[in-house]
T-cell receptor
Framework: DAGITQSPRHKVTETGTPVTLRCHQT?????MYWYRQDPGHGLRLIHY???????DKGEVSDGYSVSRSKTEDFLLTLESATSSQTSVYFC?????????????FGPGTRLLVL | AQSVTQLGSHVSVSEGALVLLRCNYS??????LFWYVQYPNQGLQLLLK??????LVKGINGFEAEFKKSETSFHLTKPSAHMSDAAEYFC??????????????FGTGTRLTIIP
């Protein structure tokens, strides 16, 4: 499972409140990603990180920010949650070595914004 | 820009029958190709991938896929469906040029139902 955990696994929040999701990995991978999954859209990249303090935007980054202050943790923040951000959020890492082109996914966080 | 089309959002097959899930891609260069499976309320699990070399790739759980450049396809097959194969399957593509091309582009998924 590539040693990826996500917290919380489920969250219900209200419109306008800030929300932070955490992704934690135990295998020192350099690249980490945040995706959202919505019916009819598959998974779409929100942000990714290629090292501590090094991040870049994905295709659906509006309304989201990220931070990576240490290798093992990648945080996704919704500064002011909206109902359109109700989704399932997946963290992923890019493997190194022989599997270096492969991304492995965490178990997901189900977020409901009321 | 790259894109992925999965034909058929829902596919039903009888237990023991052939499974065929279709994936076509659009990319300016031959991409890396992946199939992932997602069981209910779980994350995505890698089934198989094509990067270079042999165009017929074998994955876990008896699945295989063939990269056909001329048809821009990467269809997933399994000779004999099992009840445990019921899940959602996602095809994904990635540019082989890493710098600035980190994105995995996913198809919209195919839900596979197995009929007893």
């Amino acid at each position: 499972d590539a040693g990826i955990t996500q917290s919380p696994r489920h969250k219900v929040t209200e419109t306008g409140t800030p929300v932070t999701l955490r992704c934690h990995q135990t295998e020192n991978h350099r690249y980490m990603y945040w995706y959202r999954q919505d019916p009819g859209h598959g998974l779409r990249l929100i942000h990714y990180s290629y090292g501590v303090k090094d991040t870049d935007k994905g295709e659906v980054s509006d309304g989201y920010s990220v931070s990576r202050s240490k290798t093992e943790d990648f945080l996704l923040t919704l500064e002011s949650a909206t109902s359109s951000q109700t989704s399932v959020y997946f963290c992923a890492i890019r493997a190194s070595g022989p599997q270096k082109e492969t991304q492995y996914f965490g178990p997901g966080t189900r977020l409901l914004v009321l | 820009a790259q894109s992925v089309t999965q034909l058929g959002s829902h596919v039903s097959v009888s237990e023991g029958a052939l499974v065929l899930l279709r994936c076509n891609y659009s990319s300016s260069v031959p991409p890396y190709l992946f199939w992932y499976v997602q069981y209910p309320n779980q994350g995505l699990q890698l089934l198989l991938k094509y990067t270079t070399g042999a165009t017929l790739v074998k994955g876990i759980n008896g699945f295989e896929a063939e990269f056909k450049k001329s048809e821009t396809s990467f269809h997933l097959t399994k000779p004999s469906a099992h009840m445990s194969d019921a899940a959602e399957y996602f095809c994904a593509v990635k540019s082989p040029m890493n710098f600035g091309n980190e994105k995995l582009t996913f198809g919209t998924g195919t839900r596979l139902t197995i009929i007893p």
